[in-house]
């Protein structure tokens, strides 16, 4: 199946983290240096330097595994900010607990969960770095240059922790409120952009098909009138009659379609349409236009057929995507058709050579196609087309799907999701199509 790319987001705030973890360990390091060296402070070297080389082993490790074709998750990430937490404790039990002036560190991973994870998520790097403030206020080894003159908990302590405990509150709650707000606000302007832009194109490419279509009217009736007089000019030549009838069939097709798509843009209307009376049609029309594919039709027909909303425009878009399974894969197409109260799922699965994956995440952009000759203009109106019906399309390369037999090791499944208006009853389920779970084409 499709793999998603390794560099996801996570992953990337992965790799600014371990150059974070890098910057900071490297400062620990430099600090037990100086001051065990040069101020004489009676640390325990051995111990400190032992966790930063831990440390710097783990930040190697990480820069390997990012190197693995491999999504970073978040919940690997959060792994990787909770390891920081328990090194960070370490180092300040043995050097001084919470005396030590470099415990407010913890609020470095605190604030990149709040800024890059989930909630819950959040919460469990609030609880660690609170708990380990907490518990190295009464358990650490003291420091002399480090303590604090006095009997009881001193107040300056006391201070320093509920400073902590409300920074901690702050971060936690703010802070993920904020980066979670940007984050959607910039995805809902990503959003807008890609569809203004989409819709640019769209216009760009429908006042072509508009000039195209007007021009294509005269060679098409002079198309019409020389297999006329072909067929008149040679009557006794049975091959020839064949070969010049199946060619009127499809430069009448070619006309019809040309009316049609004249009629669609002076009226474009939206139907509801039961899902089968749908794809029956299509297929049907699909037929025609490839006599020479093979294919099985498997429909579900067990529960009650949903409408769709249709136009002439999405049948185009479906049979784009036949005709595109077809081109790879023309001794055999696999189509079945599915759906529940909320959506209907057809899925078209050929046997042609798979599609890379990082190529499949953008099929559908402008202009991007698998074929050398291909402008991508047909998936690109396919996906505004299912869209504009609040639909989706996705492409699974089928390359390493595990089978016993080599032939169907490789492919491409491809998905489309649309929603149903509500289960109509009074309909046959099994109406527009063979009552046979799959129809094998001659």
């Not at 978040?74 to 002036?101: C, K, M, Q, T």
């Not at 784009?320 to 109260?341: G, K």
């Not at 109106?381 to 016993?404: C, D, E, M, W």
Request: net charge negative.
């Amino acid at each position: 199946m499709h793999q998603p790319l390794p560099l996801s987001t996570p992953g990337r705030n992965l790799i600014r983290l371990t150059l974070i973890r890098g910057i900071a360990w490297t400062g620990f390091l430099i600090s037990v240096i100086i001051g065990t060296e040069v101020l004489k402070i009676h640390l325990l070297a051995i111990p400190l330097i032992m966790i930063i080389i831990v440390m710097a082993v783990m930040n190697m490790l990480t820069w390997w595994r990012l190197g693995l074709p491999y999504r970073v998750t978040d919940s690997e990430y959060l792994f990787h900010l909770l390891a920081d937490v328990i090194g960070l404790s370490l180092f300040f039990y043995y050097s001084g607990g919470a005396n030590n002036p470099f415990i407010s560190y913890f609020l470095v991973p605190l604030t990149i969960s709040a800024a890059t994870l989930p909630w819950i998520f959040t919460w469990i790097i609030a609880a660690a770095v609170l708990s380990s403030y907490t518990f190295l206020m009464q358990f650490y080894i003291a420091v002399p240059e480090l303590s604090h003159t006095g009997a009881g908990i001193n107040l300056h302590l006391l201070g320093m922790w509920l400073n902590f405990l409300l920074s901690t509150g702050l971060i936690t709650t703010f802070v993920f409120k904020m980066a979670h707000t940007l984050r959607h606000r910039e995805k809902m302007l990503g959003e807008v952009r890609e569809q203004v832009l989409r819709d640019e194109q769209i216009l760009a490419v429908a006042t072509q098909a508009a000039g195209t279509a007007h021009e294509l009217g005269t060679p098409l009736s002079t198309l019409a009138v020389m297999l006329k007089d072909l067929s008149h000019d040679y009557p006794d030549d049975k091959l020839l009659q064949e070969d010049l009838a199946l060619m009127r069939q499809q430069v009448d097709r070619c006309k019809d379609k040309l009316q049609l798509l004249t009629q669609q843009a002076e009226i474009n209307r939206v139907s509801q349409t039961p899902v089968c009376d749908f794809i029956a049609p299509v297929i049907e029309d699909w037929q025609v236009l490839r006599p020479d594919v093979k294919f099985s039709l498997d429909c579900q027909k067990d529960q009650a057929m949903p409408l769709l909303e249709r136009d002439k425009t999405l049948e185009q878009a479906l049979l784009n995507l036949l005709n595109n399974a077809a081109d790879v894969s023309p001794q055999r197409v696999d189509i079945s058709v599915s759906w529940d109260n909320v959506e209907c799922v057809i899925r078209i699965r050929d046997y042609g050579p798979g599609i890379d994956p990082d190529v499949a995440s953008r099929l559908g952009e402008a202009f991007i196609s698998t074929k050398e000759e291909g402008m991508g203009i047909g998936l690109f109106l396919t996906h505004a087309t299912i869209n504009r019906f609040q639909g989706t399309v996705r492409l699974y390369s089928l390359k390493n799907s595990p089978s016993n037999d080599h032939q169907t090791k490789s492919g491409t499944l491809t998905e489309v999701t649309l929603p149903v208006i509500q289960p109509n009853a009074a309909s046959d389920p099994t109406r527009g199509l063979n009552s046979e779970p799959a129809k094998q084409s001659e």
